[in-house]
């Protein structure tokens, strides 16, 4: 960022032409834009020891950019502060802007809320609303939210439609933070209609987000209010609040927020509602049924087996990790980790049998290896437990069949 020039009346009446001043301070600019910092610092340096007061202002500016530019921020401060000390109607409130500006990234509240207050002093209309913006912030990240509703205010009713929408997106969004919905769709509403924008689009959404999750909640709690266990809400109505507060709790981010909503309705006094919760819960579930215990069959649906008789449903043994994933929203997690159990399986398996490998011996162990490949996740102990239960009931066994910490310990019991 660089000062630019222009011709000012701001000198005294009785000071003698000084033209070289103007073409200097041209060429500082031109330096600068060129990326010649160092050598542009210098010329706005020699503007400003010539003693010049027309163009004392616009030099020192141009000298804080200049070195802020080069990462010189104390000197850059220095030079801003000459700039706001001639009271330039023009440059003194930009010195005071870009001062107060570099305070807030250091996170000095004390030195920014001065500076910005100095940007107001000026009078310049045209960095007004951003001194408001700046002074509403300071006032939000030190908790005093009444103290920043009149700056904001200004910010929102002032004449920069883009600054206006900027700062209606970041109050709408501490608004939302704190749980005042009604207030923040009003902020949203005020920054499109100074600018529309699809940030402020979005929050929009957001905040219709937390009006249905408000009103799904207050269907969940009516559904619980009896202390008698008498049904106050149908079960078909309770479970889809109970559904849909979870899965916009889950998009919202609230992870723990939407497990604890679907413990509520697994959980509800009300088996019939707690039943469909279940339901819903389990929607698109693998439904298992057993047409041999050994094989352990699966279909899209029970009762779908060859025979005149429907086959016998059962649960899962992955259905607890199913539920979980689906509660908790760590769903793709539980995938990714299926996805690399099978990649490391089908690795183990697909080498030797590319390699035409034929050692007995070898073969065993490539077995082994895949057999053992769902052991390193947590619900790979649960389906080595579950194979070694099929296979003895396959085998007629009335005891294990298998070894102790099978795969691990592979080998039959003796």
Not at 57 to 64: D, E, H, M, T
């Amino acid at each position: 960022m660089t000062a630019t020039s222009r011709n000012s009346p701001f000198a005294a009446a009785d000071e003698p032409p000084e033209p070289d001043f103007q073409n200097l301070c041209d060429q500082a600019r031109d330096l600068a834009e060129s990326g010649y910092l160092k050598r542009a610092a210098q010329v706005y340096t020699r503007v400003l020891e010539g003693g010049s007061r027309s163009h004392r202002a616009l030099a020192a500016l141009g000298l804080a950019v200049v070195r802020h530019d080069m990462g010189d921020i104390s000197g850059a401060r220095e030079a801003g502060r000459i700039a706001m000390d001639t009271g330039h109607p023009e440059y003194a409130p930009r010195a005071a802007y870009h001062l107060a500006l570099s305070y807030e990234a250091e996170g000095v509240a004390e030195q920014a809320e001065r500076a910005w207050r100095g940007v107001l002093d000026a009078g310049n209309d045209r960095y007004t609303p951003a001194a408001h913006y700046g002074l509403a912030r300071l006032a939000e990240e030190r908790g005093d939210a009444a103290g920043a509703v009149a700056h904001w205010g200004q910010v929102l009713e002032g004449p920069d439609t883009a600054l206006a929408a900027r700062a209606a997106h970041d109050y709408a969004e501490r608004l939302l933070a704190r749980g005042e919905v009604d207030a923040a769709a009003e902020v949203v509403q005020r920054g499109l209609a100074a600018e529309e924008h699809p940030r402020l689009r979005l929050l929009l959404g957001a905040v219709c987000v937390e009006r249905a999750i408000g009103e799904f909640g207050a269907v969940v709690d009516a559904s619980r209010s009896d202390p008698e266990g008498a049904r106050t809400v149908e079960p078909a109505t309770a479970a889809a609040a109970v559904e849909l507060l979870a899965r916009l709790l889950a998009v919202r981010g609230d992870a723990d927020g939407a497990e604890r909503t679907w413990e509520l309705g697994l959980t509800h006094s009300d088996t019939a509602t707690a039943a469909d919760v279940r339901s819903r819960l389990r929607r698109g579930f693998l439904a298992p049924h057993t047409d041999s215990p050994a094989e352990g069959g699966m279909d899209a649906a029970p009762g779908t087996g060859a025979g005149d008789a429907p086959a016998e449903e059962v649960v899962a043994w992955w259905d607890p990790y199913l539920e979980a994933a689906v509660t908790q929203g760590s769903l793709p997690m539980l995938t990714g980790e299926l996805f690399s159990a099978v990649d490391q399986m089908y690795t183990r398996l697909a080498v030797p049998l590319a390699d035409g490998e034929t050692r007995v011996a070898a073969l065993r162990h490539t077995l082994q290896e895949a057999v053992r490949s769902p052991g390193a996740y947590v619900w790979g102990r649960s389906l080595h437990e579950d194979f070694a239960e099929r296979l003895r009931l396959a085998t007629g066994a009335e005891a294990d069949v298998l070894s102790e910490g099978w795969p691990d310990h592979d080998g039959p019991r003796r």
